[in-house]
């Protein structure tokens, strides 16, 4: 049972936008930076968004995402093949590091 | 670009202590905050750990009475010891680097390691 909850899959239709919803708590979500990481089977987890809303260099802008109380969001737009792949929102609860449940992205 | 490789044994028994090396290139490990990170089959990732460069250390605490992460700047090194082994903690074992302070996002990883925890 992950701390934060996220919904196990989303699709959507190439080029479309999808929104990925992470839910915590005061503790956690409330009080602490969220980060979103993008996962391929077999490769590294990779960092999308740092610090609620951040793009590190390289990350294209069609990826975005927000924050409001205890819970985040993760936005796709312009969604390719490509992006197929387990979506990760992480944070921290107190010094605990805490991930969601993963969300399979599916582009039909 | 910096980059992290874990290594070690993918075959651990049960009762003993599994032992990984991530092995940081392209960069140096101070003044950063690094983690070990896992993923067991089919579930998610769960927080191991980190450790700063200085040696200061924080666990999660449902793992804390078996692990220890330790640091080596003069070979660029951090480790993992996980103690007590069983087929519980077989998983992918991910090195991660965080992108600032301790309490933020993890901005590098290493490919993962699988350790499978069987007689």
């Known amino acids: 049972q992950s701390v934060l909850t996220q919904p196990p899959s989303v699709s959507a239709a190439p080029g479309q936008k999808v929104t990925i919803s992470c839910s915590g708590s005061?503790?956690?979500?409330?009080?602490?930076?969220v980060s979103w990481y993008q996962h391929l089977p077999g490769t590294a987890p990779k960092l999308l968004i740092y610090d609620d809303n951040k793009r590190p260099s390289g990350i294209p802008v069609r990826f975005s995402a927000s924050k409001s109380g205890t819970s985040a969001t993760l936005g796709i737009a312009g969604l390719q093949t490509g992006d197929e792949a387990v979506y990760y929102c992480?944070?921290?609860?107190?010094?605990?590091?805490?991930f969601g449940g993963g969300t399979k992205l599916t582009v039909l | 670009q910096v980059q992290l490789q874990e290594s070690g044994p993918g075959l651990a028994k049960p009762s003993e202590t599994l032992s990984l090396t991530c092995t940081v290139s392209?960069?140096?490990?101070?003044?950063?905050?690094w983690s070990w990170i896992r993923q067991p089959p089919g579930k998610g990732l769960e927080w191991i750990g980190y450790?700063?460069?200085?040696?200061?250390?924080n666990y999660n605490p449902s793992l804390k009475s078996r692990v220890t992460i330790s640091v080596d700047t003069s070979t660029n090194q951090f480790s993992l010891n996980l103690t007590s082994v069983t087929a519980a903690d077989t998983a992918v074992y991910y090195c991660?680097?965080?992108?600032?302070?301790?309490?933020?996002?993890?901005?590098?990883w290493g490919q993962g390691t699988l350790v499978t925890v069987s007689s």
């Open positions: 392209g960069g140096s490990i101070s003044p950063y905050y």
């Open positions: 991660a680097r965080h992108s600032a302070v301790a309490r933020s996002g993890f901005s590098n």
């Open positions: 005061s503790s956690n979500i409330g009080n602490n930076f």
């Open positions: 450790i700063y460069y200085s040696g200061n250390t």
């Open positions: 992480g944070t921290w609860d107190n010094s605990l590091g805490v």
